[in-house]
């Protein structure tokens, strides 16, 4: 038996021998919709207002507030109803109604706004009042310390030791950012590849911050190269995930599986890709975007 809380992390590392045709290459998925909440935000979101409770930060009767554009707002809904914690979520306005809802039905308090960028200027601003406790996925270390303390070690040891690339898309960067930080440490030689939309691309999950709001926990040096991803690409995959492998995803998803499978290609045209153990991030679960069309 456990409680809901110790069923975060520990996902499962599946490999995607369908897509990849590359006998030579293992190319794996990590199921972070397996988690509680469905998504990879419940580490950073636990992480987060456990170190607030741990720090006396938090106290009795403060409520958090928090921007986002879905996953992080679930998992914060659901972990600060764990603790007895009031919340509300500031959510761009065009976010799917099942995120919506979803956060609802933790008893969050959500409020659109016209962008995420608009959605963090309004909680910085509420945040100030002093009426509320600013969660700040963007700039909190507890962000990143989960992956550096859960996700990085967990695809190190189902790996043996042997994975040679990691792929993650980049949103709040804190998966990669943590994650690298760990593997780095194991072996400098793993290559940390994270995804970003291609211009004009609207990919929910990976973003290409104006420099004003480029979250403070990223570090570039962290990472060994970015590759584009285009919204067609990252959707085509994203069907495809599901439709070839049976791993039903978000898009963000797809965008890192459309990566990791360009980069087998590149390793295979170099004569590198023999014996490469390549693992990328599978965020969340395609259940909260059904309403999008994304899967039509």
Not at 92 to 114: H, I
Request: hydrophobic share 40%; charged share 25%.
């Amino acid at each position: 038996m456990a409680t809901l809380l110790e069923l975060v992390g520990n996902t499962p590392l599946v490999e995607l021998n369908r897509l990849n045709t590359n006998s030579n290459v293992k190319l794996y998925g990590k199921l972070e919709g397996n988690n509680p909440g469905g998504s990879v935000k419940d580490r950073a979101a636990y992480s987060m207002i456990r170190g607030f409770i741990d720090r006396g930060e938090w106290q009795p009767g403060m409520k958090l507030i928090e921007a986002t554009s879905g996953n992080t707002g679930i998992a914060l809904a659901m972990i600060a109803r764990l603790f007895g914690i009031e919340i509300e979520l500031a959510l761009p306005a065009n976010s799917t109604k099942e995120r919506v809802q979803t956060m609802e039905a933790f008893g969050a308090k959500v409020t659109l706004t016209e962008t995420i960028e608009a959605g963090r200027d309004y909680v910085e601003a509420k945040a100030a009042t002093g009426e509320f406790l600013l969660v700040n996925q963007f700039a909190n270390p507890d962000n990143y310390l989960a992956h550096y303390r859960t996700t990085g070690p967990e695809i190190w040891r189902d790996t043996d030791g042997k994975i040679t690339h990691f792929v993650a898309s980049m949103g709040t960067t804190g998966t990669i950012m943590g994650t690298s930080r760990f593997l780095k440490e194991q072996n400098e030689n793993v290559q940390i590849i994270g995804c970003q939309p291609t211009d004009g691309s609207s990919i929910p999950g990976i973003r290409k911050w104006p420099t004003e709001y480029l979250p403070k926990i990223f570090d570039p040096k962290r990472v060994d190269r970015t590759m584009e991803v285009s919204q067609d690409q990252a959707t085509q995959m994203t069907r495809e995930l599901a439709r070839v492998e049976g791993v039903f995803a978000g898009m963000s998803s797809g965008g890192g599986v459309h990566a990791a499978l360009r980069l087998i290609k590149e390793l295979e045209a170099a004569g590198q890709a023999d014996g490469a153990v390549i693992v990328c991030i599978i965020c969340d679960r395609g259940d909260r975007y059904l309403s999008s069309g994304l899967f039509e």
